[in-house]
């Protein structure tokens, strides 16, 4: 199994920008679909963005096309998501994950995931 942790959380003005960090550990990550989910209070968990194992192909939810950036560094074992233009709608407790297998058109689903991070709190004021 893989171990994550997030970090780069924080409160931000609205347009203001974060760039959230899941350093991986025990395994690399090399091998692994990755995704960052969000959740806010008495709302479902949202798939946020995804990458493939091999980074060729991202996803993203609709309400971040364009502003949110997904990346990962497989040799620091490093996954990153890059918030620019933040609004307040994008208030929520932030995780990574991580899978081995994955069917692709369910990349943002979090039941595809198996390993999580224990999130980090992003906090957008307007």
């Known amino acids: 199994q893989v171990q994550l942790v997030e970090s780069g959380g924080g409160s931000v003005q609205a347009g203001g920008s974060l760039r959230l960090s899941c350093a991986a550990s025990?395994?690399?990550?090399?091998?692994?679909?990755m995704g960052w989910f969000r959740q806010a209070p008495g709302k479902e968990r949202e798939g946020v963005a995804a990458?493939?194992?091999?980074?060729?192909?991202?996803y993203y939810t609709n309400s971040v096309k364009g502003r949110f950036t997904i990346s990962r560094d497989n040799a620091k074992n490093t996954l990153y998501l890059q918030m620019n233009s933040l609004k307040p709608e994008d208030t929520a407790m932030y995780y990574c994950?991580?899978?081995?297998?994955?069917?692709?058109?369910?990349?943002?689903?979090?039941?595809?995931?198996?390993?999580w991070g224990q999130g980090t709190q992003v906090t957008v004021s307007s």
């Open positions: 994950a991580a899978t081995r297998g994955i069917y692709s058109a369910n990349a943002l689903h979090h039941f595809m995931y198996n390993y």
């Open positions: 990458i493939a194992s091999d980074g060729s192909s991202n």
């Open positions: 025990r395994y690399t990550i090399s091998g692994y679909w």
